[in-house]
């Protein structure tokens, strides 16, 4: 037994003759990283706006004064270096690697950020991709990170597994639209957080309408929204409603999404806030 022994082996992963419950596969962090609270950011099926959201949590925790960290988990589409407008590589001393800052003061990691070209793609089997994303857990110095954002690959799969497996996820975000189909993905994305045993915070309902620019009516785009009954078969208390607005598009594109108004999201920014609180 170790001198260290607290008797919690569901958290500790050293072999000893005396464990009494199965070896926790959880990863620890580089040893000069400090991050309080990993919430993952997860969506059913791709393309649905979950990195815009991630990047936007980011970016609304930092105006609170916290600070904050991207992990981007989506290895094969990278996102989160472009929205924030990040053209320079990341590097490593003998310590571990360094991740970026963006202009605000988010650090960032991203595959982008060690690719030679941003266009290059990763052709990687599932493991090679599971075990970067662990790497990015394990090899980046995070310094004082008050809430990390993790942007998961879309689904259910290989990653997002390794991910609540190896990483200490204290709740998830689910993004989502408003099409009657995305409910029964959404399912899915729910359920597997209760299989892995990690609180929902809330969901983010992306694309909700479009505001006319003269009327300031809403339209439902993509037609009526189910989001009020997912989250009540889920039990699920919090949900915000990001509309689809062409300067946030704009803004993402040109790098700038520290610009963006991220007001919308305030309910699920609260509730985060309050998982601090309730530690
Ligand atoms: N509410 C919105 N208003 C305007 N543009 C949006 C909105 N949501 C997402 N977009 C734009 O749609 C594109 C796709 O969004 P994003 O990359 O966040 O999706 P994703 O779910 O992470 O995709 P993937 O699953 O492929 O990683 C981006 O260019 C983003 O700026």
New binding site residues.
């Given amino acids: 037994m170790s001198e260290n022994c607290n008797k919690s082996c569901s958290s500790c992963s050293e072999e000893c003759s005396e464990r009494t419950q199965p070896k926790s596969l959880l990863e620890q962090p580089h040893e000069c990283s400090d991050i309080k609270k990993v919430i993952a950011v997860v ?1 059913g ?9 991630t990047s936007m949590l980011a970016v609304s925790m930092n105006r609170k004064g916290y600070q904050t960290a991207v992990l981007d988990a ?1 290895v094969t ?1 990278p ?1 989160v270096p472009k ?1 924030f407008g990040i053209k320079e590589k990341a590097y490593a001393d003998e310590l571990g690697i360094i991740p970026i800052k963006t202009k605000t003061g988010i650090d960032i990691m991203s595959v982008n950020l060690i690719l030679e070209n941003d266009t290059d793609p990763v052709i990687w089997r599932g493991p090679i991709i599971s075990g970067m994303v662990k790497q990015f857990w394990t090899d980046v110095i995070w310094e004082d990170v008050d809430y990390m954002f993790i ?1 998961m ?2 689904g259910t799969g290989d990653v997002p597994l390794t991910v609540f497996q190896s990483l200490p996820v204290d709740g998830i975000v689910i ?1 989502t639209s408003p099409q009657e189909l995305v409910s029964m993905i959404v399912s899915k994305a729910v359920k597997m957080a209760e299989m892995m045993n990690i609180p929902v915070i809330g969901i983010v309902e ?2 909700s309408y479009l505001e006319c620019p003269d009327c300031h009516s809403h339209i439902n785009i993509f037609g009526e929204s189910h989001i009020e009954k997912t989250v009540k078969k889920h039990q699920i208390k919090t949900i915000s409603k ?5 300067s ?2 704009e803004l ?2 040109k790098g700038m999404v520290e610009m963006v108004d991220t007001y919308y999201l305030d309910d699920i920014v609260n509730e985060i806030e309050k998982m601090e609180a309730e530690k």
């Avoid at 099926?45 to 959201?53: A, D, F, H, R």
């Avoid at 990001?242 to 062409?246: K, S, T």
């Fill in positions: 969506s099926k791709g393309g649905v706006g979950k990195s815009l959201v989506d589409g996102s929205e942007d690959p879309p993004v992306n694309m990001l509309p689809l607005n062409p946030i598009a993402c594109d």
